[in-house]
């Protein structure tokens, strides 16, 4: 009995952890959300130095009032298909945290939707897609009326070898 009652004491702190404000954003048409305490701005798409010997997805460096900030492009990252950057096209600027460092990093994306307050009878754990996909950057399903908006843990979209490889980008 001990043991159901500290399994659902878990279970509502994860869903109590999930809840709160989410920019939201679109890649190839589908609806992405990440917490707002984790972006730090939003700026329309600038000039990006690209770095040699990166990975496909790190698009470069931007130079943010003085201030060098790698850039990667989400679609890429999440092995989509590239496309033309757009007028609605923008970088998201994030802090993330690898190991016990945190840097910002621009992420771009297809566009900005909005900032929603979603609660946590709104979000739903990530469905089981099999043992070989790794989902352990999405938080959890939103569920809204407009449909679904997948919540990413930006701090666990790269992965430590990622996290580095854009570090050393910087």
Do not use: W
Not at 44 to 63: A, D, F, H, L, R
């Amino acid at each position: 009995m001990e043991e159901i009652v500290k399994t659902m004491d878990q279970a509502v702190k994860s869903m109590a952890n999930r809840e709160g404000k989410y920019l939201t954003f679109s890649l190839v048409g589908e609806e992405y959300g990440i917490g707002i305490l984790k972006v730090r701005e939003i700026i329309g798409m600038m000039i990006i130095t690209s770095v040699p010997q990166t990975p496909g997805y790190v698009k470069g460096v931007i130079n943010l009032r003085g201030k060098v900030i790698p850039v990667i492009d989400l679609r890429l990252k999440f092995g989509m298909e590239s496309t033309a950057y757009t007028e609605r096209t923008c970088i998201v600027v994030v802090e993330i945290k690898g190991g016990d460092s945190k840097i910002q990093m621009g992420i771009v994306v297809d566009s900005v939707s909005e900032v929603l307050n979603i609660k946590p009878g709104e979000i739903e754990d990530t469905p089981t897609f099999g043992a070989r996909m790794d989902t352990d950057y999405i938080l959890g399903m939103a569920k809204m009326a407009g449909g679904v908006k997948i919540l990413l843990d930006i701090d666990r979209v790269l992965s430590d070898r990622d996290f580095h490889d854009v570090a050393s980008a910087a």
